[in-house]
């Protein structure tokens, strides 16, 4: 299962099987022997060097450790300004994506957040998201 | 190992010159390099030259022999991409090929074309310096991802928009007698802090300008300069190159660029000094943000202690250690495949007396250069001195 869409362009094996799994609250990471986390398509652990990886479930929620509200955005993203960027920590593993469900300009570092997968503003493409639980 | 002197420097004015095609702009720079250099062109053994968004601007690939060909050069050429750091890493390895034995003379530049995108077009060619899978698609843009950084910065360290606004009225003071500065103009404190957000905390003064620019330079050993004559005051005595995790995400922190502090230990070990030995410095400011994380990771400044230099006036140009005299990415312009090129030709200038501000830097012995590809994923510093 490598399309993106129903479109039957090529898509990115790996990468979107975890998009999937995220969308339907299975989301995983990759655990080295010696317990530092990756993302996929990944072969060999950036940390380690181990190739030992395992599949292990992300923790439900993370804490957001950094977010700036985008203004200008590239045409991919034009309709969704302004939208909050934030870096999540998970724990063995951290996450950029777009913080939605509360005004841009009202997330703060600290929060609570879960994953899940919705779409662009501007395309129907996927995108990672962010909401306050 | 052969010694490595700058022969000729060479820019195009920097600026927003869309019709402009890069062959055009590269051969100008070149042109201004080989009169600088006074050395044939037929003695030039390659061509080092960077580029990152060409596929996209002008959906011209192999650009190397083209721009050899501009520059009426016929010996081997090589495109060299590492997204702003592309100019860096080709004179890196410019450095590498002539200490090596390998080449007497080597011709090394960098070429951009920009504004003819727009900018929501440039600003999509810049994000894909970033992880796509991850970042890219995740609506990270450039300017944001060196929010996020600020954001953590200030979180981790204090600081303020006003400390980095005075980083912009600095670099923009710089260039007011730069002729080859897209903005030879200055901002007020006022000016900066009333911008328009690009992404917070992060507005338009904040960020270098989208810009359309070549530079050059003509690199020859020691041998060669002495063989032939050539003036020649200006030697590249360290270099060093530094990686990092591609997505700021993967990296152990948000507010440090271990990339350059990998690529300076690097060069000052090369060059046998310490960071104190540094009179001068042009540092990759393509967002007020990133100047303070550069002084850190050069070890210039201990790390969050270079948010408030600019605004204490010790990276002014009257200050103990001027930063981006020649107005930096910020005032200067960010024509990025040419800007770590750019960086050599300005600190040369500086250092040879035939800069506008040389003279604020009269006794100066000793300059750094710092290039950063993405968030710093890469990073190259070159350590210059004055030798003749």
Redesign the interface.
């Known amino acids: 299962m490598t399309d993106a869409d129903d479109s039957g362009a090529p898509g990115?094996a790996g990468?979107d099987e975890w998009l999937a799994a995220i969308a339907d609250g299975n989301g995983y990471y990759l655990e080295s022997p010696t317990g530092e986390g990756?993302?996929p398509p990944r072969r060999i652990c950036?940390h380690s060097g181990s190739t030992q990886l395992e599949e292990q479930p992300i923790p439900d929620t993370g804490t957001i450790?950094?977010?700036?509200?985008?203004?200008?955005?590239?045409?991919?993203?034009?309709d969704?300004t302004p939208?909050a960027?934030?870096?999540v920590d998970f724990g063995p593993?951290?996450?950029?994506?777009?913080v939605r469900g509360l005004d841009p300009?009202s997330v703060e570092?600290g929060m609570t957040v879960e994953s899940t997968v919705e779409t662009?503003a501007t395309t129907d493409?996927?995108?990672?998201v962010f909401r306050p639980v | 190992m052969a010694g490595v002197r700058v022969a000729g420097v060479g820019l195009t004015h920097f600026g927003q010159i869309p019709d402009r095609t890069g062959r055009d702009l590269f051969a100008e720079a070149s042109i201004r390099a080989f009169e600088d250099a006074d050395v044939p062109r037929a003695d030039v053994e390659q061509l080092n030259y960077g580029n990152f968004m060409g596929s996209m601007a002008e959906h011209q690939g192999h650009q190397a022999p083209l721009m050899a060909e501009a520059a009426g050069l016929t010996c081997p050429a090589t495109r060299y991409e590492e997204a702003c750091a592309s100019a860096g890493v080709a004179v890196r390895e410019a450095v590498k090929s002539i200490r090596s034995g390998e080449s007497d003379v080597v011709a090394v530049g960098g070429m951009e074309r920009m504004t003819n995108l727009g900018t929501p077009g440039a600003t999509e060619a810049l994000a894909i310096a970033a992880d796509d899978l991850y970042e890219v698609r995740a609506g990270m843009t450039f300017p944001g991802a060196y929010a996020l950084m600020a954001s953590a910065y200030f979180d981790t360290f204090g600081g303020s928009r006003e400390d980095l606004a005075h980083i912009a009225v600095k670099n923009h003071a710089n260039a007011l007698e730069n002729e080859y500065a897209q903005y030879q103009r200055s901002v007020s404190l006022e000016d900066a802090l009333d911008a328009q957000p690009v992404a917070t905390p992060l507005h338009l003064y904040d960020c270098a300008p989208i810009t359309d620019g070549a530079a050059a330079l003509v690199l020859v050993s020691d041998s060669y300069a002495e063989a032939n004559d050539i003036a020649a005051p200006v030697s590249i005595v360290g270099s060093g190159q530094g990686s990092d995790n591609l997505a700021l995400h993967d990296r152990d922190h948000l507010v440090r660029t271990p990339a350059t502090a990998q690529a300076a230990n690097m060069a000052y070990e090369d060059a046998a000094i310490g960071p104190d030995a540094i009179d001068l410095a042009e540092v990759h400011d393509c967002f007020t943000i990133a100047e303070v994380l550069a002084l850190e990771a050069l070890d210039l400044y201990p790390y969050g202690e270079a948010i408030t230099a600019a605004r204490t006036g010790e990276t002014t140009i009257d200050g103990a250690l001027p930063v981006n005299l020649s107005g930096g990415l910020k005032a200067k312009g960010h024509p990025v495949g040419a800007t770590g090129a750019s960086q050599i030709v300005e600190m040369t200038r500086l250092l040879r007396g035939d800069h506008p501000n040389s003279d604020a830097v009269e006794d100066a012995r000793t300059g750094l250069t710092h290039n950063a590809g993405g968030t710093v994923a890469s990073a190259v510093v070159h350590v210059l001195e004055v030798v003749a």
Not at chain 1, 71 to 76: E, I, K, L, N, W
């Open positions: 990115d990468f990756s993302l950036p450790e950094a977010v700036t509200v985008v203004h200008v955005a590239s045409p991919q993203f034009v969704d939208y960027t934030a870096v593993v951290r996450l950029t994506g777009m300009d570092t662009r493409d996927p995108l990672l």
